[in-house]
């Protein structure tokens, strides 16, 4: 599980990612679920709208079912 798939389940905030960054909410959720890559421009938007304050990189670390690193 990705840390930004973590925080989502948490939160629920895939479709407020999508308001907040305007990439599409179908788009979010592959994103969210580790099937497309973030790719700079929108990882630093999704991670900008969660509001993670360290490298938007690290949102997207594999992590376990609580959050942890792996």
Same mark, same amino acid.
């Given at each position: 599980?990705?840390?930004?798939?973590?925080?989502?389940?948490?939160?629920?905030?895939?479709? *407020? !990612? =999508?308001? +907040?960054? %305007?990439?599409?909410?179908?788009?979010?959720?592959?994103?969210?679920?580790?099937? /497309?890559?973030?790719?700079?421009?929108?990882?630093? *938007? !999704? =991670?900008? +709208?969660? %509001?993670?304050?360290?490298?938007?990189?690290?949102?997207?670390?594999?992590?376990? /079912?609580?959050?942890?690193?792996?």
């Amino acid at each position: 599980m990705l840390r930004i798939e973590s925080i989502c389940e948490r939160r629920g905030t895939q479709a *407020a !990612i =999508a308001r +907040a960054t %305007g990439i599409s909410r179908p788009a979010v959720s592959r994103i969210v679920r580790g099937l /497309e890559p973030p790719y700079p421009k929108r990882g630093r *938007a !999704i =991670a900008a +709208a969660v %509001g993670w304050a360290g490298d938007w990189r690290e949102l997207f670390a594999e992590v376990d /079912e609580e959050g942890g690193q792996m």
